[in-house]
């Protein structure tokens, strides 16, 4: 089993220790081993996208066999996925490997301006009415955390919209009272919270990152031990 644990063990050892010794060595050689890795990263990249690619085509042929729930939805991704591919070959009459033409618009540019970018918008349009939802249900004043929490969210929500500069200026004779209030909440408690959290998280990525450099976590290779 060496082949298996022992092998991918050096190689991961190796080429980790070389990108992170790369980062504080002053040598052309370092420059030329970030520039390798880098077109090795997206060589890797782009089997990940076919694995990817049939991941999902498995997943919703899987659908469609079984007649399950919304299967009729997967069919549609069949259509979808095809078409754009038989438009993106066609490109406008000037075929695979070309440049459109620039004076008319594709049929392709048509389908992703016309069809995907609406469909996004209105994905993420919903998308608010679920945070909305989830806040009231969130925000409520249990304790004196909760409660904080609540007010600088009901502040910074209230001076993003225009009409808090109206109310600034009817009540305190400044149009910028709640937009000033807004900048000092996110610039400095929210900044203090969010780079607390950054720092945890690059703690955390640091102690996994040496976890898998030294072969103490090994689930990327199928199994934890």
């Known amino acids: 089993m060496w082949y298996k644990r022992t092998i991918p063990l050096i190689i991961v050892f190796t080429i980790g220790l070389l990108a992170f010794a ?3 060595i002053p040598h052309p050689l370092a420059g030329w081993f970030r520039e390798r890795m880098t077109t090795w990263f997206r060589w890797i990249g782009g ?5 990817g690619a049939y991941s999902l085509l498995h997943m919703h042929v899987t659908r469609i066999r079984r007649r399950m729930p919304g299967w009729a939805y997967s069919v549609f991704v069949f259509l979808g996925a095809a078409g754009m591919i038989v438009l993106g070959l066609y490109n406008g009459g000037a075929g695979p490997f070309q440049v459109a033409p620039r004076d008319r618009l594709t049929w392709f540019q048509w389908g992703y301006n016309y069809i ?4 996004g918008a209105t994905i993420f349009s919903i998308l608010a009415f679920f945070m909305a939802s989830a806040a009231v249900r969130t925000f409520r004043a249990k304790n004196f955390s909760a409660a904080l929490l609540l007010t600088a969210a009901v502040v ?3 001076g993003r919209v225009p009409v808090s500069e109206t109310i600034g200026q009817a009540v305190f004779s400044n149009p ?4 000033d209030l807004v900048g000092w909440t996110m610039e400095r408690p929210n900044l203090a919270a969010k780079r607390g959290i950054l ?4 703690l955390g990525m640091i102690s996994q990152s040496l976890r898998v450099l030294f072969g103490i976590e090994r689930s990327y290779m199928g199994g934890g031990d």
């Open 116 to 119: 995907q970018v609406p469909c």
């Open 156 to 158: 910074v929500m209230f």
């Open 199 to 202: 720092l945890g998280m690059s």
């Open 22 to 24: 790369q980062e504080f």
């Open 176 to 179: 910028r009272v709640f937009p």
């Open 47 to 51: 089997f990940a996208v076919f694995l």
